[in-house]
Nanobody
């Protein structure tokens, strides 16, 4: 069974950094794009970043460009989201998800979702 598990969330002060991990089990990530999404309290889920199966193509939401970096290590079956210069508006539950494609498709085409990891940015 295809499963994704996020880790690395926590409490961080404004200006700080966190690295989230998305580990896959039951399948190899080599053939799948992976996306990171987040949902803040009272808000709709939004796309944060996506990387294709090779790692050669990435995209970012405007709100995180220049601060977040997505990467993948297919040998470790893991995708990462390095988050720098965090601010309170980044507080949310972060999810990773996979579509049945090697490229990054529309949000509705992401089929497999993790349970999420909470990131809180606060003094």
């Amino acid at each position: 069974q295809l499963q994704l598990v996020e880790s690395g969330g926590g409490l961080v002060q404004p200006g700080g950094s966190l690295r989230l991990s998305c580990a896959a089990s039951g399948f190899t990530l080599d053939y799948y794009a992976i996306g990171w999404f987040r949902q803040a309290p009272g808000k709709e889920r939004e796309g944060v970043s996506c990387v294709d199966s090779s790692g050669g193509s990435t995209n970012y939401a405007d709100s995180v460009k220049g601060r977040f970096t997505i990467s993948r290590d297919n040998a470790k079956n893991t995708v990462y989201l390095q988050m720098n210069s965090l601010n309170p508006e980044d507080t949310a539950v972060y999810y990773c998800a996979a579509p049945d494609f090697w490229f990054c498709p529309r949000v509705r085409q992401f089929e497999y979702w993790g349970q999420g990891t909470l990131v809180t940015v606060s003094e």
